[in-house]
């Protein structure tokens, strides 16, 4: 078969939500792509899956705040092809320790890019929020345009309008080599795929694919509990009451970001996770990890009982989830250093979903071989000093 035509322009590896996006960017390009899973569809195995995720603008780093108005377009652009309602506004509360440069951060960033916003004092909260508490006398900000993603319906969405662009999915095909060259050549569980270019999108799994390639990324796959918490009183942390998303950031006490979303998946049962979680092989990711109690739940019982008063302080529903944690949390979004035509989306760092109509544009551009139209400068593999590399 050497030197046989290649069939496909592109072929993408991964289909979470990163993945289906550069698929259906390619495809609506009008160019061949094959996007290929190792599970069956749809499945929970990844970081991809479950049914909301937060979308908002306000973010510290401005390259993210930069590209939220692009994503928002994108979402909505979705929704209008799919005829699905994938985005409901509520609105997320930002609370912070007053004068942190964290929380000064986000106020800077929200008023810097235009984000509609109101400043609230601890006294405030209670009588404008009165689920919350600001126990630790944080003070908060309400971001009004933020909401939630349906997350598996918006997966769902995206790989059926690939599908609908003329686009080839192969689930519950696993890529076991990838050989590259001019043409790069992916064998998988069922067969033998062949394309001018390969995008890898293949989440916590991404350094298994890398490693024969000459490339170790600074990727941490993480395992991350998914929490949900019953509600005293029913209906007091829906939507319907007014309650919105929080994210709250980071003390001595809970020393990463906490986050929660109004109930919606569970009757009663509101989401509230810690942004952090247990390093992991995905491969063995149902294993209990090591010690009796997780700490990350121990955490979060202390922050629900001061902070959410109105919640049991004990989590109703555990489930799992994995994020792939960079060193400094910004994305992988680059070209491999040696072989241009393999494009690598990682690193998502338990924040990509809301950003993933951009991250799949990006990716697809840069496997056209085109310049991206943002600054490429923070999510450049060359960021990470003393990058590891297998011998090829
Ligand atoms: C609990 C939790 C809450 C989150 N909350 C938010 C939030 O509120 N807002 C937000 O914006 N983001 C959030 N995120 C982050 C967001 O969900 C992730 O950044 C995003 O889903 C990452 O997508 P991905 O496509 O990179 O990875 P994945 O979804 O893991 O997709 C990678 C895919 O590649 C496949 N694959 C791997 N190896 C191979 C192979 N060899 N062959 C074929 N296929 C392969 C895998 O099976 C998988 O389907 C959250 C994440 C978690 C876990
Ligand atoms: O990205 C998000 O908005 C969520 C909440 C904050 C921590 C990570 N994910």
């Known amino acids: 078969m050497l030197g046989a035509a290649p069939r496909y322009d592109a072929i993408v590896v991964g289909a979470g939500i990163q993945g289906s996006f550069a698929a259906y960017h390619l495809a609506k390009r009008g160019r061949r792509a094959l996007l290929l899973e190792q599970f069956p569809l749809p499945h929970s195995r990844g970081s991809s899956h479950g049914q909301s995720r937060i979308i908002r603008s306000t973010y510290p780093q401005p390259h993210y705040a930069r590209a939220m108005p692009e994503c928002y377009r994108l979402w909505a652009q979705l929704e209008a092809e799919a005829g699905v309602q994938l985005h409901r506004q509520t609105g997320l509360l930002v609370l912070g320790a ?185 491969d063995e990711r149902d294993r209990e990890p090591e010690g009796s109690a997780l700490p990350d739940i121990q955490i979060l019982r202390g922050f629900v009982s001061r902070y959410l008063p109105g919640l049991e302080p004990e989590p109703a529903v555990v489930e799992t989830c994995m994020y792939t944690i960079t060193p400094d949390e910004d994305f992988v979004l680059d070209r491999h250093p040696q072989f241009s035509n393999i494009v690598i989306g990682a690193g998502f760092s338990g924040h990509g979903f809301k950003l993933a109509p951009v991250v799949g544009k990006v990716l697809c551009e840069l496997s056209l071989g085109q310049a991206p139209g943002c600054d490429m400068e923070p999510f450049r593999i060359q960021r990470f000093p003393g990058q590891r590399r297998a011998a090829l």
């Not at 942190?100 to 209670?126: I, K, N």
């Not at 003070?139 to 059926?160: H, I, M, N, Y």
Request: charged share 15%.
């Open 98 to 282: 007053e004068g942190s440069p964290a929380f000064g951060a986000c106020l800077q960033s929200l008023a810097q890019h235009g984000v509609p916003r109101e400043l609230l004092s601890a006294q405030e909260l209670p009588r404008r929020f009165p689920g919350v508490r600001a126990y630790g006398g944080e003070t908060a900000v309400f971001e009004p345009t933020a909401g939630v993603l349906r997350a598996d319906k918006a997966l769902r969405a995206v790989q059926d309008l690939f599908l609908q662009a003329g686009g080839a999915l192969r689930d519950g095909e696993k890529v076991v080599a990838i050989n590259p060259g001019p043409v790069v050549t992916v064998r998988t569980s069922a067969g033998v795929h062949r394309a001018g270019s390969l995008v890898i999108t293949a989440g916590p799994w991404t350094n298994k694919l890398l490693a024969p390639l000459g490339l170790q990324l600074p990727l941490q796959p993480l395992r991350v509990s998914v929490c949900y918490w019953k509600e005293k009183v029913p209906g007091t942390y829906g939507s319907a009451a007014g309650f919105p998303c929080f994210l709250s950031l980071r003390t001595s006490q809970t020393p990463h970001d906490v986050y929660g979303l109004p109930a919606s998946e569970y009757l009663g049962m509101v989401k509230v996770c810690y942004h952090h979680g247990c390093p992991v092989d995905p």
